[in-house]
């Protein structure tokens, strides 16, 4: 049997791009950031978002980074998958990230960003109604995730809990 490796797209922070299998996509240093892969697993293309808000709305500046915030990254990510022959009625999630980094004594939710941007992802992944297929979010921990176009597994990396395929 041969083993088919592509290569590594890196997908930086507040950053979004696109693979087609064997490759395999990979973001770090997800904090309360958010991790979202979208795919189509019958034609093995996928696309990665690394979310670092939950909104673009609060933002000031104009031209701003349309792949910062999931209410801009995720219709972006969906729309340019489908552009790119994706099946709409295929498409898939996996979800990693938004952990709380620092424990805070306010309750103010403004500061609660981890939480804040999950529940923004899956708002827009519901708006698409793109089903979430597994999910490693919350916690404390930060995460590395790495997304196999080749068996569409996501395996994420932590400190404290070592690896895992979601």
Do not use: W
């Not at 041969?2 to 930086?12: D, L, N, W």
């Not at 673009?56 to 552009?83: G, H, R, V």
């Not at 805070?104 to 804040?116: A, P, Q, W, Y």
């Amino acid at each position: 049997m041969k083993t088919v490796t592509g290569q590594v797209v890196k997908v930086g922070i507040a950053d979004l791009k696109f693979a087609k299998s064997p490759d395999i996509l990979r973001t770090s240093g997800l904090g309360s950031c958010v991790g979202v892969v979208i795919y189509d697993q019958g034609l093995k293309m996928a696309g990665m978002a690394h979310v670092m808000l939950p909104e673009s709305k609060q933002a000031k500046k104009t031209n701003q980074n349309m792949y910062k915030y999931a209410d801009t990254a995720i219709p972006i990510l969906i729309e340019a998958l489908i552009k790119d022959g994706a099946r709409k009625f295929a498409l898939k999630a996996k979800l990693a990230g938004g952990a709380q980094m620092f424990s805070f004594t306010s309750k103010n939710d403004m500061l609660r960003v981890g939480e804040r941007n999950i529940q923004a992802v899956k708002d827009q992944l519901e708006i698409y109604r793109i089903p979430i297929i597994s999910e490693d979010i919350s916690g404390n921990s930060g995460r590395t995730i790495e997304f196999s176009l080749e068996t569409c597994l996501l395996n994420v990396r932590t400190v404290s809990k070592g690896a895992t395929n979601i």
